[in-house]
């Protein structure tokens, strides 16, 4: 539903997310986000089981942040 310039989109659904967060430095602060914050409050979930700590889950997703919100 929507991109926030400069993010980088990795996709929880993948079979290869695991394996692409085993590419990220767990000690840099990462902004996650989807289209209503459901699938990226669980992907900070499976990320803090990782090891990583600085996380931030885009509370109601990319529709509440741009006003689109149903």
Not at 9 to 17: A, M, S, Y
């Amino acid at each position: 539903e929507g991109h926030i310039p400069g993010a980088v989109n990795i996709n929880i659904q993948d079979p290869d997310f695991m394996d692409k967060l085993d590419e990220l430095a767990p000690d840099k602060t990462y902004l996650v986000y989807c289209r209503s914050g459901v699938r990226s409050a669980k992907a900070c979930q499976m990320m803090g089981s990782q090891g990583f700590e600085k996380l931030y889950n885009l509370d109601g997703g990319i529709l509440e942040w741009t006003g689109n919100v149903e």
